[in-house]
């Protein structure tokens, strides 16, 4: 019997809708809590190429929301580690592994090469550079996040509006799992819905997928969810670089002291507290580059300077820059 035989009896999918699946590649940037599910749905499901990223290698502290990994993987790359329990669960697939951080320029070839990309990844930095990438080449993007026991998952970019059109400003607190928590089968909950809405997409389904944001309360166990299609793209967006892309002219601002970052970015940063930003006095039409750990203090940064009428703005996160 095949191994697709019980999924391909749905209407929906069939032998076309498989061949469609084992002719997809589906980019998964984040093998985590969230990446876990996705990738052992979409492989199980017979996607035919996955594509993984994530620079991290297995911790202890991973293994209570991460099946993927065992004791014997700690210390290994996790797409490493994932593209071996992948390959073991279906020979079938291609899967390649990438030990590597995202920045913009790869995410522009990421987003150019897969039919589907998945974010999986702990940063919001991440989500908006592949958004920003995806959105340019039409590429749907299903986007996750988790905190605590809530969380939500969209379907983004593709023929639906992008995550900067729903959250047009990053969140007022850079927390994540690793400093506020998170309960297992919450990412396990909200990565398979990543995998469903993503196969879906794929498959091409009357019901849309693109356009949606499904939202869980797995602490009250309610979920709700509403459609974003017609919601505008911001006018000034602030877009995320990478150190390479960084310009002869620009004026690049490092807010992390000395202690959080023994070198600057780079050679020609000016190292300036975020309350020191009044005296920031850039030459006419200087792009003034702004850069931090996570990116949130460089946008608030940014939007301050905005509103001082500063136009020619970028941000860095260190922690995405790949």
């Not at 939500?152 to 970019?157: A, E, I, L, N, R």
């Amino acid at each position: 019997m095949s191994r697709y035989a019980r999924q391909m009896i749905l209407p929906e999918i069939g032998a076309a809708g498989q061949a469609r699946l084992t002719a997809a590649h589906v980019a998964v940037i984040g093998a985590g809590g969230l990446g876990c599910p996705v990738l052992q749905y979409l492989a199980g499901a017979g996607v035919g190429r996955l594509t993984i990223f994530d620079p991290d290698m297995v911790e202890e502290s991973n293994l209570h929301r991460q099946p993927l990994y065992r004791m014997a993987d700690l210390g290994r790359p996790k797409v490493e580690a994932a593209r071996d329990a992948l390959r073991a669960l279906n020979p079938q697939i291609a899967v390649k592994a990438r030990a590597t951080a995202l920045g913009p320029q790869r995410a522009e070839k990421i987003a150019a090469e897969a039919d589907l990309v998945i974010d999986a990844a702990d940063s919001f930095a991440v989500s908006y550079i592949l958004s920003d990438a995806c959105l340019r080449a039409q590429t749907p993007l299903i986007s996750a996040s988790v905190l605590g026991q809530t969380g939500y998952v969209g379907g983004f970019c593709g023929e639906a509006p992008s995550l900067r059109a729903v959250f047009p400003d990053l969140p007022a607190s850079g927390a994540s799992c690793a400093t506020a928590g998170v309960l297992g089968p919450v990412v396990g909950v909200i990565g398979s819905l990543q995998a469903q809405i993503a196969l879906r997409v794929l498959l091409g389904t009357d019901a849309p997928a693109l356009g949606r944001m499904l939202t869980a309360d797995l602490a009250e166990l309610s979920f709700g969810g509403f459609s974003f299609l017609g919601t505008p793209e911001p006018e000034r967006p602030l877009r995320f670089v990478s150190a390479d892309m960084l310009c002869e002219g620009d004026l690049v601002v490092d807010l992390r002291g000395e202690d959080e970052a023994p070198s600057p970015i780079s050679a020609g940063a000016v190292r300036l507290p975020g309350s020191e930003l009044t005296a920031l006095e850039p030459a006419s039409g200087q792009r003034v580059v702004l850069c931090c750990a996570s990116g949130l203090r460089a946008w608030r940064a940014a939007r301050d300077l905005q509103e001082r009428g500063f136009e020619a703005l970028a941000l860095l996160a260190a922690k995405a820059d790949g």
